[in-house]
């Protein structure tokens, strides 16, 4: 084993008001954490490039040195969702949101109030691929949470404009009006106009079957958001495949994307089944995927330390929080995994000598709700930097260090010399 990758998805913040003005990574206990920034270096990373507000997708892509701009992530839900799309195929990743009604189409909720169980988006999803009516083949999947995919079979242009206007190609877009604007092709080709009324009619039709669904009035009448409209966004039409990495890599993964991720640059995904969101309590749900993430990555490392030459580690949850304004949660979940799997990881670098890098794909804020265009911090371990320094890694410490871009990170550490 020559190094590790941590990301801490959206773990990165601004500083919070509840916190005393100091952001969750700063009031966060995280006593292994520390331990290992004292032997480490501390830089800042701009993921995909500055100014740029990245989603995930295109900041873990840049993270693990691809261009971003050539990985749409419609492609990339759909592989790690098991779904086999060929050229010409344009897959689309989707949300179950809420909308006030087409006449007005104000975006109520972009998640459905993450109160979306299992059981009902099976039951939505079976009600849109038996009801709805096209000119052409189409499949809809519900993958984790309020998380979807999107599949039309033939041929088709994926130049095309998001029905989700939080986000852009590749970027969030802190600009969105609140309101449902319609797909647009980006050219003058038929493909792209046929693509742009495909995906609107899908909307459009979809909407009247879920908005009529008594499930969804249902839960109105027990006062939550209906999962009434499918937010699309990020087309794409051909599977995407990266150059493999340098040596042998392992991944501990487990949402569609970061799957896609990972099978597309060639890795050996270690699976686990994440817990089925049984209630309403999605944090409730996040805490168990979180400790039994951490329990499978200790797992995976113990396991095949001696057969790999590098590790990718992908926690999710802590992105959650940000979006939701609340950054106690965000701490809670920091500490948990210093104590569960830092804990561990501390151990094994310092007794096998290895490198390792812990960072975030993006800052998402608790003030904004949203991803913001700020560095995030990095932390380089590598057993040949053995003077301590009093440092933590935090937003504040990586700004004293060596600006990195996105797409260098892993040559600047992991690959250096």
Not at 326 to 352: G, Q, T
Not at 366 to 380: A, D, I, N, Q, T
Request: proline letters at 5%.
């Amino acid at each position: 084993m020559k190094g590790i990758f941590v990301v801490l998805e959206g773990v990165a913040d601004e500083p919070c008001q509840s916190l005393g003005h100091i952001t969750p990574l700063q009031a966060a206990k995280t006593p292994n954490l520390d331990h290992l920034a004292k032997k480490s270096r501390i830089d800042y990373c701009y993921p995909v490039k500055e100014g740029a507000v990245p989603e995930s997708s295109s900041a873990i892509v840049s993270l693990l040195g691809y261009d971003s701009n050539f990985a749409p992530r419609g492609p990339l839900e759909a592989s790690g969702a098991g779904i086999k799309i060929a050229r010409g195929d344009l897959a689309v990743r989707t949300n179950f949101g809420t909308i006030d009604g087409l006449s007005n189409k104000n975006l109520l909720d972009r998640r459905a109030g993450r109160t979306l169980t299992g059981k009902e988006t099976q039951i939505l999803a079976k009600a849109i691929n038996e009801k709805v009516k096209l000119p052409f083949k189409f499949e809809f999947y519900p993958t984790l949470h309020h998380r979807g995919v999107l599949v039309f079979r033939g041929g088709f242009s994926d130049n095309i404009t998001n029905i989700d206007q939080s986000y852009g190609r590749g970027v969030a877009n802190l600009n969105s009006t609140g309101k449902v604007i319609f797909s647009k092709p980006m050219d003058d080709e038929d493909d792209s106009k046929l693509a742009a009324d495909l995906l609107n009619r899908f909307a459009r039709e979809s909407h009247e079957v879920l908005d009529k669904h008594p499930l969804n009035f249902n839960r109105a009448k027990k006062g939550m958001y209906s999962a009434n409209f499918i937010l699309c966004r990020d087309a794409g039409n051909e599977p995407i495949q990266f150059k493999k990495l340098r040596g042998r890599w392992r991944a501990l993964v487990y949402a569609p994307l970061e799957i896609g991720i990972a099978q597309a640059a060639k890795m050996d995904v270690f699976k686990f089944s994440y817990p089925k969101m049984k209630g309403t309590d999605v944090y409730s749900n996040l805490y168990s995927g979180l400790r039994k993430a951490i329990k499978h990555a200790i797992k995976m490392i113990k396991k095949s330390k001696d057969k790999y030459d590098y590790f990718y580690v992908h926690f999710k949850e802590t992105d959650v929080p940000g979006h939701d304004n609340r950054p106690l949660d965000k701490v809670k979940m920091i500490e948990l995994i210093d104590k569960r799997f830092l804990s561990y990881l501390r151990r094994c670098v310092e007794k096998s000598g290895s490198k390792l890098v812990i960072t975030a794909d993006h800052i998402t804020s608790c003030r904004l709700k949203s991803h913001s265009s700020g560095p995030v911090p990095v932390l380089f371990y590598s057993p040949e930097d053995v003077e301590e320094q009093e440092q933590r890694f935090t937003e504040e410490q990586g700004m004293k260090g060596r600006k990195i871009m996105g797409r260098k990170l892993l040559e600047k550490t992991l690959f250096s010399k």
